[in-house]
């Protein structure tokens, strides 16, 4: 079974330039989450759709970050423009359902921004 | 907002010992779920728990559900070189987001 698949696995960007980060979830999941992990601040959700609707975007640092899910099959993260203090790795995750269920990992994306 | 502990940090054993760490909470969870990071990937879910006393097993991994609902102990028996990573804990209240700990890595020397 496929898991969650995520694109790029690395990003090396400079300041300043817009960056998408793309998750695929596991088919027939419904809920799809954001997150950032930095060695400072440890895992951090973002943001989290179900059904493709944003349901909670509360943890989305500011407005140069931006998600989208125009179907189930397909999430991004949008960084524009982007900034040093961005460099993380993102992870995206899917559930079964909205939320209250295990959630599935993918193998997140290493962005660094110099 | 609501917080995780786990303990230790980080934890040095050799191999074949058995490991301990917990997870520990001000807030009372419905579900704790534990998972483990290797290095470069993702969490890999290894133990969900959905009621308070519950004890789980997955191989050599044992998860228990604390009776105050604030609480969440992990032991891995007769550890290997291939468990070293950083575990993490995550507790869900009901209608709310699972909150991550800070992890516990783990180190087991040959």
């Known amino acids: 079974d496929a898991g969650v698949i995520q694109s790029p696995r690395h990003e090396v960007t400079e300041m300043g330039q817009e960056v998408t980060l793309r998750c695929k979830p596991i088919?027939?999941?419904?809920?799809l989450f954001w997150y950032r992990q930095t060695m400072m601040r440890g895992l951090e959700l973002l943001i989290y759709f179900n059904n493709n609707v944003p349901i909670d975007d509360s943890g989305m640092p500011e407005d140069r970050f931006s998600a989208k899910m125009p179907n189930a099959s397909f999430s991004t993260l949008k960084i524009q423009p982007s900034e040093p203090r961005d460099s993380a790795v993102y992870f995206c995750a899917s559930s079964p359902s909205r939320g209250y269920n295990e959630q599935f990992f993918g193998p997140g994306t290493r962005l660094t921004v110099l | 907002g609501q917080q995780l502990n786990q303990s230790p940090q980080s934890m040095f054993i050799q191999e074949g010992e058995d490991v301990s760490m917990n997870c520990t909470s001000s807030s009372i969870f419905n579900t704790w779920l534990w998972y483990k990071q290797d290095p470069g990937e993702g969490p890999v879910l290894l133990i969900a728990l959905y009621k308070a006393g519950e004890l789980t097993s997955n191989g050599r991994l044992t998860a228990q559900f604390g009776i105050t609902r604030k609480d969440s102990f992990l032991n891995i028996s007769a550890s290997i070189p291939s468990d070293v990573g950083i575990y993490f804990c995550a507790g869900q209240s009901y209608g709310q987001n699972f909150v991550f700990g800070p992890g516990t890595r783990l180190s087991v020397l040959p």
């Open positions: 088919s027939g999941h419904n809920s």
